[in-house]
């Protein structure tokens, strides 16, 4: 589940390799980082500074705003905080053109994150809480069956980021998809109706005022994904069962990203880590059935 690329590795890969592995529901881990990262003074500032002034769950540019969130706009620390999530956007989107240019054909960049608080024994509420495991749903407005893929750095200069997985989609929806209730009775028609075209209608007008609406957007789809989302991060029983389980330790300064919609995870510790996010259009993927919807409507 672990795909690892060294430099020799990625040099010599295909320009659908590293895209073909993501889409099989593989964490693809590079070493060294592949792109260029803030300079030390530069995470120093931040790893001392953030963890005292942060005042939301994360601290991310939000291009839909041209903002930063989860500082006070007159924080000490706010404009490098937005020079460092902004270059880093650059780097990353760049990067992944570069290695993956068939799945990241037009896709949506979303937000770039700094966590910069431990994340063992934050006793944050239970669907807010990287420790439970988990697949990515609903954060970012309505996908409509399109892909979160993200990219990973760990940026704590002597610790490691530890992860953990219960497996993909067409495994998790086999073992747990009934009392999850993602059954054919439960799914139903995954497509909009007129209900959401209206909201997104709506919620479009509301955004050119308001950026930060869109995120208010649903899609039947989205929806069931938050539901399958919150029953894993619901039932202990889920969190307690081994079956399917792995952990993963990301060394200081190494890469990794995955489709966290399909690929279960959370984070059992770490501190410090740059968090990137982008939509992938769904009509990229080489291989669609793997996608969680045609998961889900083979359900339904």
Known sequence: ML????????????????????EAGNI??????????????????????????????????????DKVKGLDEDSPVAELAYRTLTDHRDRVTAFLHQVMPTLTRGMQVGTSSFRPMEERGRNLKPHA????????A??????????????F?????????????????????????????????????LDKGVTDHLRTSVLSGVARLAPLAKVLDSSPYDRTMRRFHNFMKDTPA?????????????AP?????????????????GQHALIYTAIVPLENCR??????????????
């Not at 809480?129 to 990515?136: A, G």
């Not at 291989?287 to 339904?300: D, F, G, Q, S, T």
């Open 129 to 136: 809480s990287n420790e439970l495991v988990h697949v990515d």
């Open 28 to 65: 693809v881990q590079f070493e060294p980082c592949p792109i260029e990262l803030p300079n030390d003074a530069e995470l120093d500032t931040l790893r001392q500074e953030l963890p005292k002034q942060i005042k939301l769950k994360n601290v991310s540019y939000h291009p839909e705003a």
């Open 138 to 151: 609903g954060a970012y407005g309505a996908t409509n069956g399109n892909r979160l893929l993200r990219f």
């Open 253 to 269: 300064f190494t890469a990794w990203m995955v489709f966290t919609d399909m690929v279960s995870h959370a984070c059992l510790s």
């Open 238 to 250: 889920f969190q307690q069962d081994q079956t399917g389980h792995h952990e993963f330790r990301f």
């Open 3 to 22: 795909e690892i690329f060294d430099q020799n590795r990625l040099a010599q890969a295909r320009p659908d390799d590293v895209g073909d592995l993501l």
């Open 153 to 189: 750095v760990n940026v704590n200069p002597s610790v490691d980021r530890v992860w953990c997985t219960k497996g993909a989609m067409p495994e998790l929806l086999e073992r747990y998809g009934a009392t999850a209730g993602m059954t054919r009775a439960e799914i139903g028609d």
């Open 287 to 300: 291989r669609p059935e793997l996608a969680p919807i045609n998961l889900l409507r083979a359900v339904a």
